[in-house]
């Protein structure tokens, strides 16, 4: 199956600070990938889709000027939580489509996460 | 009414048994469908898709998919240890956006 990496895998940062957080889909062209956050024992929460070239879609009640999404290229989007606080410590997972043959498959594979912690 | 309906569980079978988990969900335009396995503080890994009416085996794995009752399923056969986890089902709405539930809690005694 397609392969999506995260990176990075854990981190712990201050209150106020910012964390970049990267996603990339090793083996395939991802026009289009989503970030997910998860808070224990609770279900996956779409929080963004991003596109390629375009700016990225956000869900309802995600702040988009404290989540920032850029999808530079087709195998690399990142998110930057800006100003960081405790409440937003979680599991944040990213998942990509793969386009084969210029046709976007239905199936998403997720990266591995990355968990974070504000202090 | 959520999109995407799971029983939490916890759904507890003895190894060896068979394991069914089900799924209902309401955007009737839904075509397509995915379950997913979710070990504790790691992140969804793909088991199946569908997008038939019907049945799809794969290994110890079938899914079933009934569209007139909006209504997915996944069995897990000779059911293991190692296959306690949770499991994610999600689907692909008519406005092309995959939701997943809840998800529901499976434990495989040995």
């Known amino acids: 199956g397609a392969v999506v990496s995260q990176h990075p895998s854990r981190v712990i940062c201050k209150s106020g600070t910012s964390v970049k957080i990267e996603c990339r889909s090793l083996?395939?062209?991802?026009?289009?990938m989503f970030w997910y956050r998860q808070f224990p024992k609770q279900s996956l929460m779409l929080m963004a889709t991003?596109?390629?070239?375009?700016?990225?879609?956000?869900e309802q009640g995600v702040e988009k000027d404290k989540f920032l999404i850029n999808h530079a290229s087709l195998t690399l989007s990142t998110l930057t939580v800006t100003s960081a606080h405790p409440e937003d410590s979680s599991f944040y997972i990213c998942s990509a489509r793969e386009r084969v043959a210029g046709v976007r498959r239905n199936e998403q594979f997720f990266g591995p996460g990355t968990r974070l912690t504000v202090l | 009414q959520k999109e995407v309906e799971q029983n939490s569980g916890p759904l507890s079978v003895p190894e060896g048994a068979i394991a069914s988990l089900n799924c209902t969900y309401s955007d009737r335009g839904s075509q397509s469908f995915f379950w997913y396995r979710q070990y504790s503080g790691k992140s969804p890994e793909l088991i199946m898709f569908i997008y038939s009416n019907g049945d799809k085996e794969d290994g110890r794995f079938t899914a079933q998919l009934n569209k007139a009752s909006q209504y997915v399923s996944l069995l897990i056969r000779d059911s293991q240890p190692s296959d306690s986890a949770t499991y994610l089902c999600a689907a692909k709405t008519s406005y092309d956006k995959v939701i997943f539930g809840p998800g529901t809690s499976l434990s495989v005694i040995p």
């Open positions: 083996d395939f062209q991802a026009t289009t």
């Open positions: 991003s596109n390629e070239g375009s700016k990225a879609t956000y």
